[in-house]
Structure formats: structure tokens, C-alpha cells
């Protein structure tokens, strides 16, 4: 875990790079490290999901309007590929990210 020395620097090394100031390798290199830390990894790895699923719920009216009983076209195929193999691909990792008993294996 970081000390309050660490997260000092870091502040102020991302408030330089706020104001397009220089910043030093060194201080470069901190930045690195604490954004690649295993907390916020294991944090984007969990939200990757929910905003996507997000995205599915608030844009599936659009959805519906736009192509749902329209004629089919290439630009629809692509559409509906894009859109539902990402789906099912979360569905899918589903059982990994929520294992109900013990770990997953697939």
C-alpha cells in the first residue's frame, strides 16, 4: 500500500501534467505505477461490464426504431454483430466474474 508521501506526489505530478507543465521521468514513472496498481485494474475490469450493459439498456429504444421491422441490409448485419456478439461475450464471462460456487473453470 501507498504511503501519504506517494499519494502526495502523485497529486501533485497529475496536477502538472493538468497544466501541461514538464514532468520528470521519475515523476512519470510514479504516475505509471498508481494507475496500474492492482485496485484500480480490478476497478476497471468491474466497470467495463456495467457500462456496457448500461449502454444496451438506454439504447435499446433507438435500437428498436431504427432497425427493428426495417429492411435488412450489410449495415444492419454489421449492426446487429457488433451490438450482440459483444452481449454475448459478457454473458458468457458472466459465470467467471460471479462464480456461484468455488472457482470457475470454462
Known sequence: MADESDSAAVIAALSSV??????EMSTMGLLISAVMSDAV???????RPVVV???YVITFGVEVDLF???EITGASIVFFLNRYLVLAYYLVQLRAWFPLSGPATL
Open 68 to 70: 427493428w421491422g426495417k
Open 41 to 47: 485494474v480490478t476497478n476497471l475490469v468491474t466497470c
Open 53 to 55: 450493459l448500461y449502454e
Open 18 to 23: 493538468a497544466v501541461a507543465d514538464y514532468v
